[in-house]
């Protein structure tokens, strides 16, 4: 008998929520997978463009070199500029830089935010 796995985009939290579990991630790299979830939700279903910008931008800026949460900050801005048709200049930066080292060194950002560039580019018709 096989069991069929399924997969559910996780919810958008309470902004005090969100704070909360992606600072202590920030700090606490044993959080960061709790932190992951959080930040995907957010970016896939918080209604608030501002708060969800900032947070992947929070992320993508602070988090350390080898962390999954960069290359998810990435994908994250990548979902952000669909779902919003926009992104700020710092985001907008952000997103190139966290996919350039992505592609320079797999091991520092990993390859998701080459794929939120993509879509960043393609979303806000950068090409």
Do not use: I, K
Not at 5 to 27: D, G, K, Q, W
Not at 87 to 93: C, D, G, I, Q, R
Not at 99 to 114: F, I, K, L, Q
């Amino acid at each position: 008998m096989h069991s069929h796995l399924t997969f559910e985009n996780p919810p958008a939290l309470p902004h005090e929520v969100v704070v909360e579990m992606l600072e202590r991630a920030l700090r606490d790299r044993s959080a960061e997978g709790e932190a992951a979830g959080v930040l995907v939700g957010a970016a896939l279903n918080d209604d608030d463009a501002e708060f969800v910008e900032h947070w992947c931008v929070q992320v993508g800026t602070r988090a350390v070199s080898g962390s999954p949460l960069l290359g998810l900050a990435g994908l994250c801005l990548g979902h952000t500029a669909r779902r919003f048709g926009r992104l700020s200049h710092v985001a907008l930066a952000l997103s190139q830089s966290l996919a350039t080292r992505a592609e320079a060194d797999p091991s520092d950002v990993d390859g998701r935010a080459v794929d939120g560039y993509d879509d960043v580019r393609s979303f806000l018709q950068l090409w």
